[in-house]
């Protein structure tokens, strides 16, 4: 199996402009996690979903974020509109179910100018 | 909410020293601990996880312990090599599925 595969790998964007992230579980994992990763705040989940369902949303910082899984293998993470204080490493994780071990893709690294 | 902390946050050893990491969480009420290893510019990738009805795992030179009525776990790393240099996060796992600690960064020098 490829584990969970992340593109882009590197964003770099003006503010203002809309940012998709894309993420593709590994085949028969039941749950995703959007993650980001900061210096100054360390690993933070932002949305997890099982069977395809958003469960918890808490941890999205705003109404610019959004989150979907059109099917059971793919996700996307939008940011619109971007800002300066976006930039960090966004990762993404799937896991046989919610409370099992999670694998987590390379990441993508976002810059917003 | 649950909080996890990471002692210490940085720790460098030489080659073939026997070392403890550390992680304490707030709230017992867990259903597993997870840690992590992660090297720079890359993802996550899972060492051990231990159930809350577990005391510790092992895999190879690895032996991570939990106990849940104190908050602790221990990832111990045997005869430490260069290899193992990395920033190592504790995980866990309650209401929400993981709460991360910010990591002990490792540096192994030979």
């Known amino acids: 199996d490829a584990g969970v595969i992340q593109s882009p790998r590197h964003e770099v964007t003006e503010m203002g402009q809309e940012v998709t992230l894309r993420c593709k579980l590994i085949s028969g994992h039941n749950s995703l996690f959007w993650y980001r990763q900061t210096m100054m705040r360390g690993l933070e989940l932002l949305i997890y979903f099982n069977n395809n369902v958003p469960i918890d949303d808490s941890g999205m910082p705003e109404d610019r974020f959004s989150a979907k899984m059109p099917n059971a293998s793919f996700s996307t993470l939008k940011i619109q509109p971007s800002e300066p204080r976006d930039s960090a490493v966004y990762f993404c994780a799937s896991s046989l179910d919610v409370t099992d071990t999670q694998y987590f893709g390379p990441g993508t690294r976002l810059t917003v100018l | 909410k649950q909080e996890v902390t990471q002692i210490p946050a940085a720790l460098s050893v030489p080659e073939g020293e026997n070392l403890v990491l550390n992680c304490s969480f707030t709230?017992?009420?867990?259903?597993?601990l997870q840690w992590f290893r992660q090297d720079p510019g890359k993802g996550l990738t899972s060492l051990l996880l231990i159930q809350s009805s577990q005391r510790e795992q092992t895999s190879g030179r690895l032996n991570a312990s939990l106990d849940k009525s104190s908050g602790r776990s221990t990832l111990y790393i045997a005869a430490s090599q260069p290899g193992d240099s990395a920033t190592y996060l504790c995980a866990v796992g309650s209401n929400t599925p993981l709460v991360f600690g910010k990591g002990t960064r490792l540096s192994v020098i030979a």
């Open positions: 709230d017992s009420a867990i259903y597993n």
